[in-house]
């Protein structure tokens, strides 16, 4: 990237300069990202405005900014390109803290660039609040969420930036940047030549000591299980694990990150474990004598508060890019820090073949005995697994589920088997409500088919008006809202500690007419499903709506809980 930088006045065309917003829009055009969300403002208006002209950049209009975020997310999961999302100085920027957040826990690499008033009007004295109107120092509200924050100063130090951030937020462990940018610099008239720097390989390979103490607990092994999560889609090696497991006979259980990097079609696979898990997956926990975890934080969502009953009787082998969680809560016998496809490839090599079948057909038993379903109360109305079940098979074809935050999220990841290939995203290490619509408006823009987005009463209300998104830009999206008539998964916590008081989660908590609002927003296709017989009505339905939005309501019983849960009574996050 070449630069020179001139003073307003001079002849532009003869200089082929044009503004930094002009820059800025062609650098985001190079880099083929599926499109930029944003909400405007007087403060991005002109980067914005470059982006429009230039026409090379679908620009995606989200009613919040924290919708934004959430959508360059799920654009960014399903393209593997980092997504763009923008607001405006002062609120525009501190609705974008929430997605922020979600992506850096979540480590998906997204660029998040901030309009900021004129340099004259910033503040000089850090004790003055506030200068300008909407002044707000959003980088530094963003240090601890983000892999690095930019502040520039100049036009130059804004490309110098965009560079090194577009390169940052995808390398080692991946997760978000954010480049503030004044509006009088984004005025600035530069000089702008294509870039040919892109992502360094920062990957390492795996040293001779560790591949050889990975074969020797392998082969001490009975009962070795793999623990997957959400690192092996982030590095690509789905394919790669499949194959692993097919040479080597290993069973393996999933995260709620990792549900989307296996076959859930296979009869090595035990199921999604944690504390919401299946009784079966978390049996099989307790019974492998070697644990080999890749890509998994083991936060205590999946081990359990007790973090020795976890740890008994099995060694564990963990493995990932980041040191930091391989020094973290859980301990092991033997800690890798590498790319789950480095490490996959390393072990593909060597020569080894398990046979499994008694351990595999001794949960497959349990599976039998304990089906998912049958955890729930036997009379209720609606069954919340069922309806999960159910709609794995409606939407067969569909390119993904993208699940909001609650019990329904359980209900999902315990209920609906994926097709091999098919998405499952969701807000994980920050558990956002509200994340499912806005983040199916990114995967749907980014990828091709129909998308699902399964969210719960609550969740809906903090994303609803991007149903008009759904509607404005036609998006193939059904929206399939499990309606319980509270904040659920809170309602279960008070239950099991507050005696039963519901304050705010049932008591005082109250919904829109969901099909009405559907009809507002200019839904065609809409179907409220209230009894089990009605589920198959819906068929006919989703064929007729194949490439537009849909909403369906399905009116779960209250009495549903997520189960089983593990839980330390009053200690767990809900
Ligand atoms: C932004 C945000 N606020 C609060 C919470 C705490 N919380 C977790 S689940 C939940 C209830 C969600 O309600 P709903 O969407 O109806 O899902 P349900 O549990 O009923 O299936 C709440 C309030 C959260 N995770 N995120
Ligand atoms: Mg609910």
Same mark, same amino acid.
């Given at each position: ?20 917003a002009?820059c800025?829009?062609?650098f985001?055009a ?5 499109a930029?969300f ?5 403060m991005i ?10 026409g ?5 209009n ?8 959430f959508a ?9 390109i980092?997504?763009?999302a923008?607001?405006t100085?002062?609120?525009g920027a ?10 850096y826990?979540?480590?998906i690499?997204v660029?998040?660039i901030?309009?900021q008033?004129n ?5 000089t004295n ?6 300008g ?12 969420i ?7 100063e100049?036009a130059?130090e804004v ?16 997760g ?9 610099l984004?005025?600035?008239f ?10 360094r390989s920062i990957?390492?390979k795996i040293?001779a000591?560790?591949?050889?103490e990975f074969r020797d ?6 009962r070795?299980? $793999? =623990? !997957?999560?959400? +690192?092996? %889609? #982030?590095?690509?090696a789905?394919e790669?694990?499949s194959?692993f497991?097919?040479? /080597? &006979?290993i069973p393996?259980?999933?995260t709620l ?16 474990i944690?504390?919401y898990g ?5 049996s099989?926990?307790?019974?492998s004598? $070697? =644990? !080999?975890?890749? +890509?998994? %934080? #083991?936060?205590v ?10 740890k /008994? &009787?099995?060694?564990?082998i ?8 391989l020094?973290g809560?859980?301990s092991?016998?033997?800690s ?11 072990a593909?090599?060597?020569?080894y073949k398990?046979?499994s079948?008694?351990y ?13 379903e ?7 109305i ?5 309806v999960m ?13 993208i699940?909001?935050?609650?019990q ?11 097709k ?10 920050l558990?956002?409500?509200?994340f499912?619509?806005?983040a199916?408006?990114?995967a749907a823009t ?12 609550g ?6 008006a991007?149903l008009q998104?759904?509607v404005q830009?036609n998006?193939p999206i ?5 309606n319980n ?9 008070q239950?099991e500690?507050m ?6 989660t049932?008591d005082?908590?109250s ?7 559907a009809?507002a ?6 179907s ?8 198959m ?9 194949k ?17 089983p ?8 996050a809900?």
């Open positions: 990237m070449q630069l020179l930088l001139t003073r307003q006045g001079v002849d532009l065309q003869k200089l082929k300069c044009t503004t930094l002009d800025i829009a062609q985001i190079e880099k083929n990202t599926p930029v944003q909400l405007s403002g007087g208006a002109f980067i914005i405005d470059a982006i429009g002209r230039l090379k950049t679908q620009i995606i989200t009613r919040h900014e924290q919708a934004a975020g360059a997310e799920g654009s960014a999961r399903i393209s593997r980092p997504g763009f923008m607001g100085s002062g609120p501190t609705n974008l803290l929430t997605p922020i957040a979600s992506s826990f979540d480590s690499p660029v998040y901030t309009g008033v340099q004259k009007e910033l503040r850090l004790n003055q609040r506030q200068n109107f909407q002044e707000l120092d959003i980088c530094e509200m963003a240090k601890s983000t892999k690095k924050v930019y502040k520039p100049s130059a490309l110098v930036a965009l560079n090194e951030g577009w390169i940052l937020c995808q390398e080692g462990r991946q978000p940047v954010l480049i503030d940018i004044p509006i009088n984004q005025q600035d530069v000089k702008y030549e294509l870039s040919s720097v892109s992502a990957k390492s040293s000591s560790e591949i050889s607990l392998l082969s001490s092994s009975k070795p299980l $793999l =623990l !997957i999560g959400g +690192g092996v %889609r #982030l590095s690509n789905t790669l694990l194959r497991i097919s040479k /080597s &006979g393996y259980v999933s990150l990792g549900l989307d990097s296996i076959s859930h079609v296979n009869e090595n696979y035990l199921g999604f944690g504390s299946n009784r079966w997956a978390n099989a926990v307790k019974q004598d $070697l =644990l !080999i975890v890749i +890509g998994s %934080r #083991l936060d969502r999946q081990t359990g508060k007790d973090i020795s009953k976890f /008994s &009787g099995k060694k564990i963990r493995i990932d890019i980041d040191e930091h969680e020094s809560r859980i092991s016998d033997l890798i820090k590498l790319d789950a496809s480095e490490f996959l490839q390393a593909m090599e060597i020569d398990i046979d079948s008694s595999i057909s001794r949960i497959q038993e349990l599976k039998k005995k304990n089906p998912q049958l955890e729930q109360p036997s009379n209720l609606l069954n919340p697994n069922i079940e159910y709609l794995g098979e409606l939407f067969y074809e569909s390119s993904g589920f699940i909001d935050v609650g329904h999220q359980m209900w999902a990841a315990q209920s609906i088997q994926l091999d290939g098919q998405r499952f995203l969701t807000s994980g290490g558990g956002a409500m509200g499912a619509i806005p199916s408006i990114g980014a990828g091709n088919g129909r998308w699902v987005a399964i969210s719960g009463d969740c809906l209300q903090l994303s609803s991007e998104t759904i830009y998006l059904a929206i399939c809202v499990i008539g509270q904040h659920g998964m809170v309602a279960q916590f239950e500690n005696d039963g008081r519901l304050t705010g049932r005082g908590f919904n829109p007419d969901f099909q009405e609002l009809k927003y200019g839904f065609n296709k809409i409220k499903i209230t009894r089990v017989e009605d589920l009505s819906l068929k006919q339905l989703v064929n007729d709506g490439n537009e939005p849909i909403f369906l309501e399905f009116v779960v019983d209250p009495r549903a809980k997520a189960l849960k593990m839980s330390v009574r009053g200690e767990e809900t």
